[in-house]
């Protein structure tokens, strides 16, 4: 990993790094890396780096590479991402691991779509070819996300998160095993730094649109709950803009949130 962010740094490209804290505080963090993230956990590492990340590459690594990107392509095989998933098959570093999942398709244990959708190439420039053409493996997908809806003066709360061009509202994707009341705080804390009150916690409902920024025929079910709050709302995490907006603003909000403010305008509460 180092010698990839020091080529990338070199070559004048942007490097972000993830890094649990107790990694930090034994010297291992890349000083040279502007944009470096500490988080508290290594599943709070592998989750930023599932949001952050276009897509998801191995390079000839021990059991922690391999448990990354596992873990990276069996969300996307449960509809988690669309995001491709690959390995740069180094002088054959990877035959071995490819001949097993071919292995585990011959045994039925995975349908040979879903083995085939992990792309192996021995050259870079291949890879990435590779990986700019991939589509989601089936005709559909449905992005399932939480959200939470607050509205005050008629005017709905909205986020914006960084080199995205349209507001969201904030939440986000649950992590393995979390409830939605669980997902919904973490994400909105994470977000906003502010903390739902779980007793206020009402559900409004799911809406499904065209997710945004995702492959074409991809949905998203957006299940959304209104709470009231403690805190002081400011922007934090992947938030680059924090925004009230009335209903002469939904052209700049993603499809699903379009369909959340014309339930709210119809109720007259925007």
């Known amino acids: 990993m180092g010698v990839l962010a020091d080529t990338l740094l070199e070559g004048g490209g942007e490097v972000i790094g993830v890094i649990p804290r107790h990694l930090v505080a034994r010297e291992i963090a890349?000083?040279?890396?502007?944009?470096?993230?500490?988080?508290?956990t290594m599943h709070e590492r592998k989750a930023l780096m599932a949001e952050l990340g276009d897509g998801f590459v191995a390079l000839p690594g021990g059991v922690g590479t391999l448990d990354e990107l596992f873990e990276a392509w069996t969300w996307a095989q449960l509809g988690l991402h669309v995001k491709p998933c690959g390995v740069l098959n180094v002088d054959g570093y990877f035959d071995s691991l490819?001949?097993?999942?071919?292995?585990?398709?011959?045994e039925g244990f995975m349908r040979p779509e879903y083995g085939r959708s992990l792309v192996a190439e021995a050259e870079p420039a291949a890879l990435l070819d590779r990986?700019?053409?991939?589509?989601?493996?089936?005709?559909?997908?449905?992005?399932?996300?939480?959200?939470?809806v607050c509205v005050e003066d008629r005017r709905l709360l909205a986020v914006r998160a960084a080199g995205k061009s349209v507001f969201y509202l904030p939440g986000g994707k649950r992590e393995a095993g979390e409830s939605d009341l669980d997902a919904l705080l973490r994400e909105v804390r994470e977000e906003l730094t502010v903390s739902l009150r779980p007793d206020t916690l009402v559900r409004l409902g799911t809406y499904r649109a065209p997710a945004h920024d995702y492959p074409a025929g991809t949905s998203v079910d957006l299940v959304c709950y209104s709470a009231a709050f403690e805190g002081e709302i400011k922007a934090a995490a992947e938030i680059e803009e924090v925004a009230w907006l009335g209903i002469e603003d939904i052209e700049r909000c993603a499809p699903a949130v379009r369909l959340v403010m014309e339930e709210l305008r119809g109720r007259g509460e925007l």
Request: no cysteine.
């Open 30 to 40: 890349h000083t040279d890396v502007a944009d470096l993230r500490v988080v508290e």
């Open 98 to 106: 490819l001949r097993l999942i071919e292995h585990t398709v011959e």
């Open 131 to 148: 990986l700019a053409a991939y589509r989601p493996v089936g005709e559909k997908w449905t992005v399932d996300a939480l959200a939470w």
